[in-house]
């Protein structure tokens, strides 16, 4: 399990990398996603930081707060020097969302049951229990 600022670096520098614009937001649904993919298919939690059910969707509010500094692109970070176990599965799951436009991914996020739920019953900025995003992947 990595600090979400370790998986946050690693998304930028690879957004980057394949000339993929990467904002504040669009990182927040990226982290999301890597979260909910990475847990179906290797039963571990990727993230140790809770998402929290924001008006634009799940979000790590430490990591918006440290890059909300950016108005848009946000630009390249230090190069990380921590392995990532399963970074092949990360990688996939970067191309399979990254290069959606970040609006889209919002919408999608927002229409997922885990944020969905809470934020319908508990209210913006509620925590999103991890094992309601477990449950909600392993099903799809």
């Known amino acids: 399990m990595y600090k979400a600022e370790l998986i946050s670096r690693y998304i930028i520098n690879w957004c980057h990398k394949y000339d993929v614009d990467i ?3 669009k ?4 982290l999301y996603f890597l979260q909910g993919k990475y847990y179906k298919y290797v039963g571990k939690r990727l993230i140790r930081d809770d998402f929290y059910a924001w008006r634009l969707g799940p979000c790590v509010p430490d990591i918006y707060m440290d890059y909300s500094v950016y108005a848009g692109i946000i630009p390249k970070q230090r190069d990380i020097n921590t392995e990532i ?4 599965l990360v990688n996939v799951i970067l191309e399979q969302y990254a290069y959606f436009q970040t609006w889209y991914l919002v919408r999608r996020s927002c229409e997922e ?3 969905k739920y809470t934020f319908q019953i508990f209210g913006d900025k509620s925590r999103i229990p991890f094992q309601t995003i ?3 992947y392993v099903e799809m």
């Open 113 to 115: 049951d885990p944020w």
């Open 23 to 25: 904002t504040n937001v």
């Open 85 to 88: 176990d399963h970074i092949e």
């Open 134 to 136: 477990a449950d909600y």
């Open 27 to 30: 990182l927040q649904k990226l």
